[in-house]
């Protein structure tokens, strides 16, 4: 082997190893700043997320009838999504059918899209700020309760873009409006 050679081989073995120790320090940095948010204990991680599902208010928009109801709301019921929509300067969305979501995403993509708006993507007024800040723990968990309640095919209105308001079905407008305005 000649000694051009024998340089070019070890300088990419050691370029290989620095990129494999700068790939494996920011996924231990990632890791371990995980291992220190705080994450809900429970008997099971499928309990855990039941418990987050309804402290985190997620029950609130992505369960028809849970506010009206007070919670009392069969679980085969659940998650299925809501036809009431929201209306703002984004447009129009609905609270989607999370068990369909659960259903056709691995557990690993369920984290990605709440750590990153759905890629930046994620309509209000659903809090992304405050979704991105559970420890993956605590979204693991959230994605295995709904994943357990298995899926249920919903069909929901679709949302509108800004400045269109729905035709049909009922909405809620969030739009601020300046009640001093004559």
Request: overall charge positive; proline content about 5%.
């Amino acid at each position: 082997m000649t000694r051009s050679r024998f340089t070019l081989i070890c300088s990419s073995l050691a370029a290989g190893a620095l990129v494999a120790t700068t790939v494996t320090s920011t996924a231990a940095a990632r890791a371990q700043n995980q291992d220190e948010k705080p994450f809900v204990s429970a008997s099971s991680p499928v309990a855990a997320g039941e418990y987050l599902t309804i402290v985190a208010g997620c029950q609130n928009c992505h369960t028809e009838g849970w506010t009206e109801k007070k919670g009392n709301v069969p679980k085969e019921d659940q998650l299925a999504g809501n036809s009431i929509g929201y209306y703002g300067a984004w447009g129009t969305s609905y609270a989607k059918n999370l068990r369909q979501v659960a259903d056709r995403q691995t557990e690993d993509h369920w984290v990605e899209v709440m750590r990153t708006a759905d890629g930046g993507e994620g309509k209000l007024p659903m809090p992304w700020h405050d979704a991105s800040k559970f420890s993956d723990k605590d979204l693991r968990a959230m994605y295995q309760y709904t994943k357990s309640l298995g899926p249920k095919p919903v069909r929901l209105p679709r949302g509108t873009r800004p400045g269109i308001k729905p035709t049909t079905g009922f909405y809620i407008d969030l739009t601020v409006k300046d009640s001093t305005a004559k």
